[in-house]
């Protein structure tokens, strides 16, 4: 008789173990499913880390939502209601709802540290003499690199870092371990990154590297500023105001976890503006 209902007694905490965790809730999350060092479907990026920080705190079951070019992940994905956070967004990104930062980082100009190059804003000479200089196209160092006169000298070196011939319209994509890589082997002189992108690849790198912030005061020709630093958020559909009222407390209760994980990655951070502080209060 005891047998029994010792029996009975362990099938009943069973199925309501086995029910509570069918009731838990589930924070499904827009992934990369290959961008490093962001994410990917094994889970290795810091923003999977991060996923994984945010439903924990929240008290949800994690579920990742792999997507495959950056380009329409938010059309087709959080807006169709495939999943409910996207890790990593620009503050302030009209197309969705975003919260508080979480982090505020910058580009960086990366180096090997035997060569002792003085690397401090755009006026540096050590950009004027460089024979090569990794970089990805469309951002903010193309746009400067234009401004010195040394895009065209790169170009021809641009080809070779895509790695591969791309079809029309297909995403291109430019590896950071690469263009990390390309500094650390000597076959460039500098590498122009964001910090979060690059950290990883640095601190492995067994050739040591210099990582120097760029300063957020460069203008192009005509004096228009080109931006070289910014705050990150969590994007979430708009609407979706509990969840992000969510999101918010949690960025603000959990702040020094948060940057603890990011410095784990070898991230700069930088102090948040005021702005960017009183967003989504």
């Given at each position: ?80 209601g ?7 967004v ?29 690397l ?38 641009q080809?070779?870092?895509?790695g591969?011939k ?11 371990d ?17 910090g979060p ?7 492995a ?17 005509d ?6 630093q ?14 992000l ?37």
């Open positions: 008789m005891k047998a029994s209902i010792h029996l009975l007694t362990s099938l009943t905490l069973g199925l309501g173990l086995a029910s509570a965790q069918a009731e838990q809730p589930v924070l499904k999350v827009c992934t990369a499913e290959n961008e490093m060092p962001y994410s990917n479907q094994a889970g290795e990026g810091f923003e999977n880390k991060l996923a994984h920080y945010v439903a924990e705190q929240l008290g949800r079951k994690l579920a990742t939502v792999s997507w495959t070019d950056p380009r329409y992940y938010i059309r087709d994905y959080l807006d169709k495939l999943c409910d956070v996207v890790m990593g620009d503050a302030g990104d009209p197309r969705l709802l975003t919260t508080a930062p979480y982090y505020r980082s910058g580009y960086v100009f990366i180096s090997r540290e035997q060569d002792g190059l003085d401090q804003n755009w006026d540096s000479p050590a950009l004027k003499t460089a024979k090569r200089i990794a970089f990805a196209p469309g951002t903010p160092a193309e746009t400067m690199l234009r401004a010195i006169g040394r895009y065209n000298d790169m170009f021809n070196y080809q070779e870092l895509v591969f791309s079809k029309r319209n297909q995403y291109v994509k430019y590896d950071n690469k263009l990390v890589n390309e500094v650390a082997s000597g076959k460039a002189e500098i590498a122009i990154l964001w992108a690059a950290a990883r690849y640095v601190k790198s067994a050739t040591p590297l210099t990582m120097t912030l760029i300063p957020d005061d460069a203008h192009r020709a004096g228009q500023q080109v931006g070289f910014y705050s990150t958020a969590i994007g979430v559909r708009k609407g979706e105001i509990a969840l009222e969510q999101l918010n407390h949690l960025i603000r209760t959990h702040q020094d976890d948060i940057e603890e994980l990011l410095a784990e990655e070898g991230i700069p951070l930088l102090e948040q503006p005021e702005v960017a502080l009183s967003m989504n209060p």
